[in-house]
């Protein structure tokens, strides 16, 4: 077999083979620090990405070993059964999640470790009183943005509500509690008040000073509550809360109907037994409805987050949707009553006798200025819930809508002769009242014995 032989001959280098070689090797090294250049490059434009992304989101403690997951099916970290969240809360800690409310938003200073929410007025907390983490859902999926864990404890945090201001709003509901229930007191010992229209004056003030012996006891007590202690409450107030505007509505309603449908006449007991499925079956309707979007999943929209940062509604969405929107309506409602009303007790009412016509015109005032109490009071409330709520002057209409035990007292008690002379006639626990209080003119009470007496006298005639 024949075999092929390579012989490899080295040529002699000419003057152009060495000026070709160098030109090769100055290639080679400009080519070698290009991409040496262009490494470099992309590592420092990476550095930058990390730093600004640092710079966004701070340096934040995680809650939970590993994968940093807290799974709120479980009520513990994914994955880590054993783990404690890791921040040390002397009374109790809520959460701050921007993926169900835009106000729960942050960001964390990278020097300081200080998170700041983003709503006004911004909520601080010292690096060692929060953590943050993501939350696994009870169908798997991940919230895309971190929450906090955050501490509730006034010591630490810092607002514009200081813990004195909670101390003398808790101290307004006390004693408006304390007034409503002389109300009740009142109520009860004059018969001459219990009629209709006093029967529901008496549920919405009953309803009013529940929700307030509750709301005092939230605003001291919630940062210790449990989780099941915080969600129960919050559906109790809530309830009574809601029951005390729906009676309210009632009021006003009767005031519509003795008036505007003054012919129409519906026995007493009747039209309490309505009263009350209206007045109590509304606010349990509600009542249920919350209740069951409660165990929706976490992430749903419409549930009203109960427990999840206060004993209360979590964001503005919940509020609006289970709250604010139905008081704003049934407040309108009352508004609509009394224009109408009180057009047609000055302007259009021409089949009433001049008694009866007074009577009435009374009775409207009165429960004109109670609506204006529960009503306007409210109305500032919501607006103060809309714009900034830090100025000193929405601090005085939330000290007067904490108040507002103490001026329907006021209204319906001290200043209605109807009131006084029932007291005086009365006598409670054997205390006598002031002469002077039966003294002086009751457009009520004179105004429907006018009536009365010209009607016998009518069927005398007859």
């Known amino acids: 077999r024949t075999r092929r032989h390579f012989v490899l001959v080295k040529r002699q280098q000419g003057p152009h083979d060495t000026r070709l070689s160098s030109v090769v090797a100055e290639l080679n090294k400009r080519s070698r620090i290009c991409a040496l250049f262009n490494l470099t ?34 009520k513990q970290c994914d ?16 959460m701050l999640d921007p993926n169900l409310a835009k106000e729960d938003a942050f960001t964390i200073n990278p020097q300081t470790g200080v998170l700041e929410t983003n709503n006004k007025p911004p909520l601080l907390l010292q690096s060692e009183d929060y953590c943050t983490t993501r939350i696994v859902y009870e169908d798997g999926t991940i919230t895309v943005q971190d929450i906090a864990v955050a501490c509730f404890s006034d010591d630490k945090s810092s607002t ?26 009142v109520y009860l010992l004059v018969p001459e008040l219990r009629d209709l229209q006093g029967k529901c004056l008496m549920f919405s003030m009953l309803s009013l000073c529940i929700a307030y012996i509750s709301l005092a006891v939230l605003q001291l007590h919630s940062t210790t509550f449990n989780s099941n202690t915080c969600v129960s409450s919050a559906f109790f107030t809530y309830f009574w809360t809601l029951a005390a505007f729906f009676w309210l509505n009632i009021v006003s309603y009767n005031v519509w109907r003795s008036v505007i449908f003054h012919q129409f006449r519906v026995p007493d007991n009747q039209m309490f037994l309505w009263c009350c499925v209206y007045g ?10 919350a209740l069951a979007s409660h165990h929706l999943p976490e992430h749903n929209l419409i549930r009203p987050n ?23 309506v049934l407040l309108i409602c009352n508004f609509v009553f009394f224009v109408w009303t009180a057009w047609c007790l000055w302007k259009g009412c021409k089949d009433q006798s001049a008694p009866k016509l007074r009577c009435l015109r009374y009775k409207c005032l009165l429960y004109l200025k109670l609506f204006l109490v529960m009503g306007i009071t409210w109305i500032f409330e919501l607006m103060s819930f809309i714009v900034d709520s830090s100025s000193g002057f929405w601090f005085v209409t939330d000290l007067l809508n904490c108040l507002q035990g103490l001026i329907i007292f006021l209204i319906l008690v001290v200043f209605r002769k109807k009131a006084l002379r029932g007291l005086v006639k009365r006598r409670p626990f054997g205390f006598n009242c002031p002469k002077k209080w039966a003294t002086g003119v009751d457009e009520e009470s004179e105004g429907m014995l006018a009536e009365e007496e010209e009607l016998s006298q009518t069927q005398i005639r007859t």
């Open 280 to 289: 109590w079956g509304g606010p349990l309707l509600f009542q249920i409805v």
């Open 41 to 74: 490059a992309k590592m420092i434009i990476r550095c930058w990405v990390v730093l600004g992304l640092l710079v966004a989101v701070g340096c934040s403690k995680p809650c939970c070993p590993g994968h940093n997951l807290f799974s709120i099916e479980e």
């Open 160 to 185: 514009s509500e200081p813990f004195y201001r909670f101390v003398l709003y808790s101290t307004c509901l006390v004693i408006s509690a304390v007034f409503l229930l002389i109300t009740l007191i």
């Open 306 to 328: 109960f427990g999840v940062s206060t004993c209360w509604f979590h964001g503005p969405a919940e509020k609006w949707t289970y709250f604010y929107g139905p008081v704003a």
């Open 79 to 94: 994955g880590y059964p054993e783990a404690v969240i890791q921040v040390n809360c002397t009374d109790s800690f809520f």
